[in-house]
């Protein structure tokens, strides 16, 4: 058994994949959105917004996020949080869950030009 427990002052919070667990997944949360363009190679990121709202930019589209919704980004798409509110909570699912080695190479930081209109 396992039990991770939220700290609200982290703006990341616990993490649990194939690195430092049995899991075939990768699962997390995070208390803000984070601004940090992005693409995944090979993973699908699938979040969760648990509690507040936000703004996620998915290459040229911004999308507006309510507690209750869900968003899958598949691999090859581009993406950053915009904002998000101060109560702001989300779980995130990576798909597959990769070693950690394979993780930190399949995501690239993308130039914020290529998410500007």
């Known amino acids: 058994m396992r039990i ?23 699962v ?25 709202t936000a703004l996620l930019r998915v290459e040229q589209e911004t999308v507006s996020l309510t507690a209750g919704d869900m968003i899958i980004v598949e691999p090859g798409e581009a ?4 904002a998000s509110s101060p109560d702001y909570f989300h779980f995130v699912i990576h798909t597959p869950g990769l070693p950690a080695d394979q993780v930190r190479s399949e995501k690239q930081a993308v130039d914020r030009e290529r998410l500007l209109l």
């Open 4 to 26: 991770e427990r939220a700290d609200s002052a982290s703006a990341k919070g616990w993490y649990a994949g194939p690195w430092n667990s049995t899991l075939s997944i990768a």
């Open 79 to 82: 993406h950053t949080f915009l």
């Open 28 to 52: 997390g949360y995070a208390n803000m959105g984070i601004d940090e363009p992005h693409v995944h190679t090979q993973i699908s990121e699938i979040y969760l917004v648990a509690r507040g």
